[in-house]
């Protein structure tokens, strides 16, 4: 197995999914407000493996199996995304709001064909403003992976065939990542920054330039400094992205949409690709220790899971108690709704997360297939049995309390 092969392995790199996905849960709970960029590090860090695994694939055969390729995506990102769709539309329909239980029956095709953010983007959902009564709000960072999962390999299988492919793959991640920022730039002028926020076009950078750091010339270039500098850089990175959490107040921060969110992946591609090559320096020993590095192997099924859970668990109201004690309710209700975010995500894993990327035995030849047919007829069925609640139910027409 190669270094680039390996890389998807590194204790370090997990560890930063971790740091990642707990930003954004913090977030998601009120406690972070810049914690929304925990996403752009998993862009990153995608864009940064994709990317390495496709140029030595081919460099060991000179090509790509895109239809392998996207069949371990699949297996990799649609168990678990299915399982939690089917899920939250169950316990929405036993425990939702109509109005949340309605807009997550509309939603959720849309979540199937991995197109979420662009449905969000065409009917004008502010994610901002609308997203505390969309179920599937958050999955819009999944659909803009995929369609990158989509494109990304077929510009790889061209520009990175031959000598200087390394190299050619970098000049088209570099000047995407610039054009994507141009895009954000203008678009992000909008009072309703979701365009920006959401578009597949104007978060390429981010995926971009975690693929540039992938390969050779950026390898190269990390290769070349001394050990002491590595950890220096990765310390001064790490404090600098943390400082970003926790001073952004928000998608308001002066700044974030005209470059402040491209500097942000730029030094999260920098200290990815400083910890790929020096995992077993101080920082990335700090970082690959047990708790991140588990966190970060649960950090696909917890991101799926946390947010139909944060709308679903009641939210305590401030009470007469004063500021000590709504903020130790506040506190209270974060720990237990992410602790049943961490016990969803750890059966998600286990029972079909991993199963079926490890290929068990229930998951593989015809039986596997079965499985398939059987959940996606399952899935449909239920999307169509579910009642649509009819719009304004559980409101109060205020015309008929004034002639009572």
């Given at each position: 197995m190669t270094a680039?092969?390996?890389?998807?392995?590194?204790?370090?790199?997990?560890?930063?999914?971790?740091?990642?996905?707990?930003?954004?849960?913090?977030?998601?709970?009120?406690?972070l407000g810049g914690g929304f960029l925990g996403v752009d590090l998993f862009f990153v860090l995608s864009g940064f493996l994709i990317t390495g695994l496709l140029l030595d694939e081919l460099g060991r055969h000179g090509r790509l199996d895109l239809p392998a390729f996207w069949a371990r995506r699949a297996r990799r990102l649609l168990p678990a995304l299915t399982l939690m769709v089917v899920a939250t539309l169950l316990l929405a329909w036993a425990f939702a709001r109509p109005d949340m239980l309605r807009s997550a029956l509309q939603d959720a095709p849309?979540?199937?064909?991995?197109?979420?953010?662009?449905?969000?983007?065409g009917e004008q959902i502010g994610y901002w403003d609308a997203s505390g009564t969309r179920l599937f709000a958050h999955l819009w960072s999944i659909g803009v992976e995929w369609q990158f999962y989509l494109v990304w390999p077929l510009i790889v299988a061209v520009a990175g065939r031959g000598p200087g492919g390394h190299r050619r793959v970098a000049l088209v991640a570099v000047a995407g990542a610039l054009v994507s920022l141009l895009l954000m730039i203008r678009l992000g002028a909008a009072v309703d920054t979701t365009r920006a926020y959401e578009g597949s076009d104007t978060r390429a950078f981010s995926l971009l330039l975690g693929a540039a750091a992938a390969t050779a010339p950026a390898r190269d270039v990390v290769a070349r400094l001394p050990r002491t500098v590595t950890d220096v850089i990765c310390v001064l990175l790490l404090c600098g992205l943390g400082a970003s959490w926790v001073v952004t107040a928000g998608e308001k921060a002066p700044g974030l949409f005209q470059g402040g969110m491209f500097a942000h992946s730029l030094g999260g591609a920098v200290l990815i690709a400083l910890l790929s090559h020096?995992?077993?320096?101080?920082?990335?020993?700090?970082?690959?220790?047990a708790a991140p590095r588990r966190l970060g192997e649960l950090s696909y099924s917890l991101y799926l899971w946390h947010w139909p859970i944060y709308l679903l668990l009641p939210r305590p109201t401030p009470g007469p108690g004063g500021w000590a004690w709504n903020w130790a309710w506040n506190w209270a209700w974060t720990i237990a709704a992410i602790g049943l975010s961490l016990l969803a995500a750890v059966v998600s894993k286990t029972a079909v997360e991993d199963p079926v990327r490890l290929r068990a035995g229930w998951a593989t030849g015809r039986r596997g297939w079965a499985v398939l047919a059987v959940t996606a007829v399952t899935a449909v069925g239920l999307w169509t049995a579910i009642p649509r609640p009819v719009p304004g139910a559980g409101t109060v027409d205020l015309s008929r309390l004034d002639q009572s």
């Open positions: 680039i092969s390996r890389r998807a392995h590194i204790g370090a790199l997990d560890g930063i999914r971790g740091l990642a996905v707990a930003a954004v849960l913090l977030f998601h709970a009120g406690h849309w979540v199937a064909a991995q197109s979420v953010n662009w449905h969000y983007i020096l995992p077993d320096g101080r920082v990335g020993r700090v970082i690959g220790s």
